[in-house]
């Protein structure tokens, strides 16, 4: 069934509201902006809307670059569909709608925190590469994340326990749906089955340094450090973006 949701197309700090139409992953609503500075946000910013940055809403869908989602080269890459999550100080934070890749945490079985997992390196070198132009790349906002006490910053990242708990409030909001090009990834590993069409399984950061990380199962419940970093599962990225171009 289709919903109703606002489509926003930025042009500079002001904003112009219509209305379109969201069906399933790789339906669209479309975010354009001008190039704007970057900026440092701190992770697990919480769920409020800023009153000085209501042009765009938590809850809301959102475009932002591209990915090959439908399994057809030939037609290229299909517009990102992102959730909103927090609104503040002209930046959104944002996570896929969709799980949009099937990847290992860490491609050794080793003990490893975010810093030092190939994750990390996969989403912000091969899939930042691979789904932004450089105006987007010019909105990304470099996120400090914690994790055993190491800071890093990252422009793509995955979402943390606390924050998957904070921003989604219960198993049913996690469940998040495999695109076609995730499902051809999975076929040849060792959780390849989508006996659940609406679910499927994606990594979540992990706080320590451990052979093990934490995932959503297709449920969407989270499960905690259960199995081992070299292990597939899917992607949900998450974004920090600038909306509004006083943001500094």
């Not at 969201?22 to 697990?44: A, F």
């Amino acid at each position: 069934m289709k919903r109703e949701i606002k489509k926003i197309i930025f042009c500079g700090v002001s904003c112009i509201l219509t209305v379109g139409l969201l069906t399933s992953c790789g339906d669209k609503v479309t975010v354009l902006d001008d190039k704007v500075k970057q900026s440092k946000v701190e992770s697990n910013s919480g769920t409020e809307n800023n009153n000085n940055d209501l042009q765009i809403q938590v809850g809301q869908y959102v475009e932002f670059g591209t990915y090959e989602q439908d399994g057809d080269d030939n037609n290229g890459d299909e517009p990102i569909e992102w959730k909103v999550l927090v609104v503040k100080d002209g930046k959104a934070l944002l996570i896929s709608k969709c799980v949009l890749d099937w990847q290992k945490y860490n491609e050794t079985d080793e003990k490893v925190n975010w810093s030092t997992c190939s994750l990390r390196t996969w989403l912000n070198k091969d899939f930042y590469r691979e789904a932004f132009d450089q105006e987007e790349m010019n909105r990304m906002v470099d996120t400090v994340i914690t994790s055993d006490g190491i800071e890093t910053y990252d422009l793509v990242f995955i979402l943390n326990k606390t924050e998957m708990e904070t921003y989604f409030h219960s198993d049913d909001e996690r469940i998040s749906e495999p695109t076609e090009i995730t499902k051809l990834a999975a076929r040849d590993t060792q959780n390849s089955g989508f006996e659940n069409k609406e679910g499927c399984w994606y990594w979540v950061c992990g706080n320590g340094t451990l052979d093990k990380a934490p995932y959503v199962s297709k449920a969407g419940a989270i499960e905690d450090n259960t199995d081992y970093v070299d292990w597939y599962y899917g992607i949900r990225p998450a974004i920090w973006i600038t909306i509004n171009q006083d943001s500094e």
